[in-house]
């Protein structure tokens, strides 16, 4: 009787889970207990999505988590924005923005499989505009930058580029007031970059920057193609993802979520104006670096070619041997933990246990990284909260999506904990 039960609620979680998303056909629907994940301990992802929207931290999240290629979880809760009450649903499209770079830098890495480039070519090769660079120094002077940006430090935010995030450092501010994030085409955005000063010599340090912006405008300049149509004929066509684009299209509009921010003063959740719809409709600038918007379905397809070596569906997008190579530390322990002077914070500081590969943050010690994990699991999030992360070791994908900028929270934390927290058995 026991096993006929036991039987039955595998049957029974496996039809939910299928009839729940009509295009579930992304990875087969099993029982997580197959898998060796807890059903029931893994309802503690439904928990705490529950308890953000009850909370009123977010309208409404999207989970997904995958092992062995299988999907064991795939759950939508709450709305789809503070004023819109419509429940969520798993086909709604999520701004995606810096898990744009992922998919860039794989594309990238195409064509250096296809010996386009060699990691050490300097970028001006493709992006003359960036040959003649400043530095800005510690007292605030400029120098020439003693070297030419090559590829790897592109690829591994090691150039020195910045994206002016930072209130009070003196090339951040030069980037707002360039306003280059809003430039509307490949020639401006080059243009203003040229403009700008790096924040370190290059190869010095690392900091987050819009190198996977100029990474992409390389993309177009050795294909010969706009980034949206090789990103669509290399990567979204073969991998079926048919939900993925720079700007959302006109009958697809309807399941565009609003975007929410989260206003310090009143330490609450408010709604984004309009313009963080139609900044995705019409696009001239294709953003390598966060310009994708995206489904959970579709970037599963992604992800799961990520951990498959490189394959979906028998379709092969990068090869093995690449794809290790991209997701394994090129940081040397000095280049994580020693800024430029007093204005470059080091990676260890906010990224504690990490340290980066081509396109990809990784997870080198969970025991300093402060949460649970594996070493050598790989991921990248977003600014409007989404996240992924694939775990070799555990062989998991996980896929959490919000749309709130500027969030207090520690809503990745609390979905990595909720995640690993159900596993029964180990890999």
Known sequence: MILLNKSLQTLLFTLMLSASFSSADVLPAVSPDEL???????????????????????????????RQGKLVHFEVTGQKGLDDPRPLAKDDLFRIYSMTKPITAIAAMQLYEQGEFQLSDPISKWVPELAELSVMTSDGSMEPAQSVITMHQLLTHTAGFSYGFVPED??????????????????????????????????????????????????????????????????????????????????????????????????????????SVTQFQNVTLFSGGGGLVSTAADYMRFAEMLRNNGEFNGVRIIGPKTLNYMT??????????????????????????????????????PAANGVLGSAGEFYW?????????????????????????????????????????ALESLQ
Not at 186 to 194: N, R, T, W
Not at 332 to 357: E, H, I, K, M, Y
Not at 406 to 412: I, K
């Open 170 to 275: 003196p090339v951040d501010v030069l980037y707002r007031e360039s306003d280059i994030l809003r430039s509307k085409s490949p020639s401006e955005f080059l243009g203003k970059l040229a403009e700008l000063p790096l924040k370190f010599q290059p190869g010095a340090g690392w900091n987050y920057s819009v190198a996977v912006d100029v990474t992409g405008l390389i993309i177009e300049r050795i294909s010969g193609q706009s980034l949206a149509q090789y990103l669509q004929e290399q990567l979204f066509e073969p991998l079926g993802m048919s939900d993925t684009f720079f700007s959302v299209p006109d009958k697809k509009l309807d399941r565009f979520l609003p975007n929410h921010e989260f206003d310090m003063e009143s330490r609450s959740v408010q709604t984004m104006g309009s313009e």
């Open 381 to 421: 999030g977003g600014a409007a909260g989404t996240v992924f992360w694939v775990d070799p070791v555990e062989d998991i994908v996980a896929i959490g999506m919000i749309q709130l900028m500027r969030s207090p929270w520690s809503f990745r934390e609390d979905f990595r904990v909720a995640v690993y927290q």
């Open 328 to 365: 394994q530390s090129h940081l040397s322990d000095q280049l994580r933990n020693v800024g430029a002077g007093d204005r470059l914070d080091a990676l260890s500081r906010f990224f504690p246990g990490q340290t980066f590969g081509l396109g990809f943050g990784i997870v080198s010690d």
């Open 36 to 66: 060796g994940v807890s059903a029931d301990r893994l309802q503690r992802v439904s928990a705490m999505a529950a308890r953000y929207v009850e909370e009123a931290k977010v309208p409404g999240m999207l989970t997904m988590v995958a």
